[in-house]
C-alpha cells in the first residue's frame, strides 16, 4: 500500500467544528452536513475529524486519483480530477471509496459490494460457516455481501451426520441474517442479500421466510426466475424443482403448480416489499462477464441493492454523474443537455473509476499484510486471507467497474419534461446509451494505454446481446474494441444512490421525485419566544411543523419568481406544484407500467442491473403487482422491487392536510374479540430463564399478549421450530375464559397447548393485561413500548421480562414511524425513526436495537 510520510501536524476539528462549517458548504442544509461528517469525514480509530467540509474530502480524493494517473501515459493532473468532483457536481464517488480514497487510519476496501462463493462448495456444516465467517469478514470492511443458497440441499434430504435429514433453507437464511446485524462499523450496519434459484424444492419456504415478523430481519431476499418458470406461469403448465438446480440427473426432484407459487410471490410482495424478483436467465443472457464462465466469471448473486450481478468473489466499486449538472439554463424555456460536456465526463468517469481499481489492490494489499501481522494463529487467519487472495485475483482478471449516475428525476423535470412520459422514456434511453458507448469507448481507449483486463477474449463476446448493441450504435468502435481489447470486463450499474443524492442534493439515481414539499417536525419549548406550536402530542410534548422544498424544486420556484421564504398555506403550495414540472411524476404519481417498461428500456443499455423500485399506494391489488412483475419480465429487467405504501419503510410524511388525526394514529379493532386470533410466537430472555410469549393478530397487528415460562416442567412447552399459530378463546367447565393457543406440527396435524392465562406468573400475568388492553383500545405500537419501558421491575438483568416484550411489540411498529423523547447514541440527533424494530437516526443513520 502506498503509505506518504508527512512531517505536518494534521489539524483536528471537532464534531460541531465540522458540522457547522459543512452546513455553511451545503447553503443551510442540516441533514447533507451531518451524513457527510458523520459517514464520509476523515476520521481516525478515536473519532478525530482530520475534514472540515466536503472540500477537504474532494483534495483527498484527487491527490490519490493523480498519484495513480502518474502510472500511465497522458495523466489527469490533480487539479483536472479535483475540478470534476469538487462541490458534488460532475463526478461522485459513492460510499466506501469517497470514505476510503486516501484514508491512512483506516484499513478497509474500497469496494461498495461483494458476492462470495458456492461454486463447486458442498452444504456442509463447514462450508456454511466458511461463508457466514466470509460474509462477516467482508461487512467489516464496509463492504455489503450477497450470495446465493441454492445449493444447500432442501428440506428432508438425507445428510450424513446424526441429524439423518437436512433442515434446508430457512435455518441458514437467519443464520446469516443474525450475522449480519451483528456487525456494524461506525453506525453502519451489514447489508446483505439472500437470493434462491426457483427451481430449488426450497424456493417456497425461502419466499415465506420474511413473512414471520422478526425473521431475516438483516437480508434483503430475492429469488431467481428462470424463462421456464414464467412461461409455465403465462400457460398455468406444471413446473418441476430439481436439486442439485438444473441437473439433468437430480438427487430430489417435485412439480409444483407455477401459478400457485407465483401467486405467493405476488402476494408476499404486495403484503411486505419482498422477496424480490431477479429474472436469471435475461441476467445470464446479457452478462458479458458470463462469456468467461469457465474462467470464473460465472454470475450467481448481486449485491444488497441488486444493481451489480457477480460472479463468486468478485467486488466493484461506485461512481455516480450527476445528470442535473449538464442541464443549461435549467426550469426556463431555453433549457438543453450538455452531450458534449456529458461525454467528454463520462470518458474522465471511467478513466477515474479503472484507477479506483488501482487504489483498491493497494488497499486489498493492505489488509492481507494486517491478517498476517495479527497474533492469531495461521489456521485462524486461514479463511480471511484466502478470502482477499480471491478477491484480489478477480479485480486483477476483471478490473469490473460501476459507473452510474444520479439525479434522473431533477435532469427531466429541469428540461421541462415528465418523468414516465414516452418523452421522458425516450431521452432517458438516449441518455442511457450515450454512458454506455461512450463508458465503452474510454474503457477500449484505456486498453490502448494501460491493457487489457487479463482475460479479454473478443471470441468469446461476439454473439453477447449487448455487445452487439454496441457494435450497431457505433461500428467503429466495436472494431477498435477487436483490435485493441477493452480495459474493465463490465462498466456500468444504475444504484440506489441514498446518501450520494442528499449531498448532490438531488433525486436519487434513476428515480423520480419522492415529493416536491414535505413536511418535518421539530420538537419546541413552549415557553421559548416567538416559537410556533403546531401541535401538543399525547405526552405533552410541543411540535412545529414547518414545510421543506426538495432543493431543485426550490430552485424551479426561485427561477419562476416565487418567494422560497414565504409561510404558504396548503392550498397554496397544492397550486404552486400544480404549476410545475413535478407535477404529477412524483414517484407515487408515475404510471407504473410506464416505468417498468423505461426500466427494460433503459436497461438495453447497462451491462450490469439496476436498482429501482416500483411505488404503489396501498390499495392497488395484487393482481396488479403481478401483472407489473410480468411485464418487467416482458420488458427485459433483470430484477424489480415493488413497494405498496404502508407496506414497509416510509420516512418522510405527506404535506397534504389528514381531516381525522385520531384516525391515523389509532388501530381500529373490533368492538369484541374474534374466538380466533391467528398469532405471532416470540422467545426471549427472561433473567436466567427462557420465556416465550404469543402475540395475537388482526390484520397482521398486535391485539393481545400472553407470556410464560418455556420449559418442560413448569411452563409452555412447545417445538422449537414453532413461531405461530392461532390463539383460540374457549371456556371452562365453570364458566371462566381461557385462552388456548394452537399450531400445526410438520405433518400438519394440529396441537393445542391449553390455558395460557395460567401459565403466568401472577405479577406478570396483571402486567400483560394491561398492555393487552391497552392493545385492544388502538394505542400505537410505540406508545406501547414506551408504556412497557416506563413499568417499574426491579430486575439485575438486562435481559429481563419488561425489556423482552418490548423487543417482541417493538418488531411490529411500522417503519418509518418517529421514536419521541429519545436521543441517538451516536450525533444526539433527536430525529429517530423505527426501522424493522430498531431505532435508528435519520440524520448520521445509525442503527440501534434491542
Not at 491512512?104 to 458476492?115: E, G, T
Not at 450481478?309 to 431555453?334: G, H, W
Not at 416470540?682 to 418455556?710: D, M
Request: hydrophobic share 35%; with cysteine.
Amino acid at each position: 500500500m502506498h503509505l506518504k510520510e508527512s512531517t505536518a501536524v494534521p489539524q483536528v476539528f471537532t464534531q460541531e467544528e465540522a458540522f457547522e462549517a459543512s452546513v455553511t458548504y451545503f447553503g443551510g442544509d442540516d441533514l447533507a452536513a451531518r451524513v457527510w461528517v458523520n459517514k464520509y469525514a476523515l476520521k481516525d480509530s478515536q473519532g478525530r475529524i482530520y475534514e472540515r467540509t466536503p472540500d477537504d474530502m474532494h483534495r483527498r480524493i484527487a491527490k490519490e486519483i493523480a498519484r495513480i494517473e502518474l502510472r500511465y501515459p497522458n495523466p489527469m493532473s490533480e487539479e483536472e480530477v479535483y475540478d470534476l468532483i469538487k462541490n458534488f457536481k460532475y463526478i461522485v464517488p459513492q460510499g466506501s471509496p469517497m470514505a476510503g480514497i486516501g484514508n491512512p487510519y483506516q484499513i478497509a476496501s474500497l469496494s461498495n459490494c461483494f458476492v462470495i462463493g458456492n461454486e463447486g462448495m458442498s452444504d456442509s456444516y463447514g462450508g456454511i460457516m466458511k461463508i457466514d465467517q466470509e460474509q462477516v469478514q467482508l461487512m467489516k470492511r464496509r463492504g455489503g455481501v450477497g450470495h446465493d443458497l441454492s445449493h444447500i440441499r432442501p428440506k428432508g434430504s438425507a445428510v450424513k451426520n446424526s441429524a439423518l435429514t437436512s433442515t434446508g433453507l430457512v435455518p441458514f437464511m437467519e443464520r446469516y441474517s443474525n450475522s449480519t446485524r451483528e456487525v456494524a462499523q461506525d453506525g453502519r450496519r451489514g447489508a446483505l442479500m439472500l437470493s434462491v434459484s426457483i427451481n430449488h424444492p426450497d424456493a417456497e419456504d425461502f419466499i415465506d421466510a420474511k413473512m414471520e415478523q422478526g425473521k431475516v430481519t438483516g437480508a434483503n431476499v430475492s429469488v431467481r426466475i428462470d424463462d421456464a418458470f414464467m412461461n409455465a406461469v403465462k400457460s398455468h403448465a406444471p413446473y418441476l424443482q430439481k436439486f442439485p438446480i438444473q441437473s439433468e440427473t437430480p438427487k430430489v426432484s417435485k412439480e409444483v403448480d407455477a401459478q400457485q407459487l407465483w401467486q405467493k410471490i405476488v402476494h408476499n410482495a404486495w403484503r411486505s416489499a419482498e422477496p424480490g424478483i431477479l429474472f436469471w436467465d435475461t441476467i445470464i443472457r446479457e452478462s458479458v462477464p458470463d462469456c468467461y464462465s469457465d474462467l470464473g466469471f460465472k454470475t450467481i448473486s448481486t449485491n444488497p441493492c441488486g444493481e451489480i450481478p457477480l460472479c463468486p468473489y468478485d467486488s466493484c466499486r461506485l461512481l455516480a454523474i450527476n445528470l442535473f449538472s449538464y442541464v443549461e439554463q435549467p426550469f426556463t424555456s431555453k433549457a438543453v443537455f450538455n452531450f458534449e460536456l456529458f461525454k467528454k465526463h463520462i470518458a474522465a468517469a471511467q478513466r477515474i473509476m479503472d484507477d479506483i481499481i488501482d487504489l483498491e489492490l493497494e488497499k486489498i494489499e493492505a489488509i492481507l499484510a494486517k491478517i498476517d501481522a495479527d497474533p492469531e494463529a495461521d489456521d485462524i487467519k486461514l479463511v480471511e486471507r484466502n478470502l482477499w487472495v480471491n478477491i484480489r485475483k478477480k479485480a486483477l482478471e476483471g478490473r469490473r467497474t460501476g459507473i452510474g449516475i444520479t439525479a434522473e428525476g431533477d435532469m427531466l423535470a429541469a428540461l421541462g419534461i415528465k418523468y414516465g412520459s414516452d418523452k421522458g422514456v425516450a431521452f432517458s434511453v438516449e441518455i442511457h446509451k450515450t454512458i454506455a458507448v461512450e463508458a465503452y469507448r474510454a474503457s477500449v481507449y484505456a486498453a490502448k494505454e494501460r491493457g487489457a483486463f487479463l482475460i479479454y477474449d473478443a471470441k468469446r463476446e461476439e454473439n453477447n446481446p449487448f455487445v452487439l448493441r454496441l457494435k450497431e450504435a457505433d461500428e467503429k468502435l466495436y472494431y477498435d474494441m477487436l483490435e485493441y481489447g477493452r480495459r474493465n470486463i463490465a462498466l456500468l450499474t444504475i444504484a440506489p444512490t441514498g446518501t450520494t443524492s442528499l449531498m448532490t442534493q438531488t433525486t436519487s439515481g434513476i428515480e423520480p421525485v419522492f415529493l416536491p414539499v414535505y413536511k418535518r417536525r421539530r420538537k419546541v419549548n413552549p415557553n421559548d419566544k416567538e416559537v410556533r406550536v403546531d401541535f401538543v402530542d399525547e405526552v405533552g410534548d410541543s411540535w412545529e411543523e414547518y414545510v421543506v422544498f426538495h432543493h431543485r424544486f426550490k430552485q424551479w420556484m426561485e427561477v419562476n419568481g416565487y418567494d422560497v421564504s414565504k409561510n404558504y398555506s396548503q392550498k397554496e403550495l397544492d397550486t404552486i406544484v400544480k404549476k410545475s414540472p413535478y407535477y404529477k411524476a412524483t414517484s407515487n404519481d408515475v404510471d407504473w407500467l410506464n416505468k417498468v417498461r423505461m426500466q427494460g428500456a433503459v436497461q438495453k443499455w447497462v451491462d450490469h442491473s439496476i436498482s429501482v423500485t416500483i411505488n404503489l399506494p396501498n390499495d392497488v391489488s395484487e393482481e396488479l403487482v403481478g401483472k407489473l412483475y410480468m411485464e418487467a419480465w416482458e420488458a427485459g429487467c433483470k430484477g424489480v422491487t415493488v413497494y405498496r405504501d404502508g407496506s414497509r419503510s416510509g420516512v418522510l410524511i405527506s404535506s397534504e392536510e389528514k381531516k381525522d388525526d385520531t384516525q391515523d394514529t389509532l388501530t381500529v379493532f373490533p368492538t369484541k374479540r374474534p374466538q380466533v386470533l391467528e398469532a405471532d410466537v416470540v422467545r426471549f430472555q427472561n433473567n436466567k430463564e427462557k420465556w416465550i410469549a404469543f402475540i395475537g393478530l388482526i390484520e397482521g397487528k398486535p391485539y393481545e399478549i400472553f407470556t410464560g415460562l418455556s420449559d418442560d416442567e413448569d411452563g409452555i412447552l412447545i417445538p422449537r421450530w414453532v413461531n405461530e399459530g392461532v390463539i383460540i378463546k374457549n371456556r371452562n367447565e365453570d364458566g371462566t375464559s381461557r385462552y388456548d393457543f394452537q399450531y400445526k406440527n410438520q405433518r400438519g396435524y394440529k396441537t393445542t397447548i391449553e390455558g395460557l392465562s395460567h401459565k403466568f406468573n401472577p405479577e406478570y400475568w396483571n402486567y400483560a393485561k394491561l398492555i393487552s388492553s391497552t392493545l385492544r383500545h388502538g394505542m400505537p405500537i410505540e406508545k406501547v413500548v414506551d408504556l412497557i419501558n416506563s413499568l417499574q421491575l426491579d430486575s439485575e438483568f438486562i435481559n429481563n421480562w419488561k425489556n423482552g416484550v418490548a423487543r417482541a411489540l417493538k418488531r411490529y411498529v411500522a417503519d418509518g414511524v418517529e421514536a419521541q423523547g429519545q436521543k441517538c447514541s451516536n450525533c444526539n440527533s433527536t430525529n429517530l425513526i423505527y426501522q424493522e424494530g430498531c431505532l435508528t437516526c435519520k440524520d448520521c443513520g445509525s442503527s440501534k436495537c434491542g
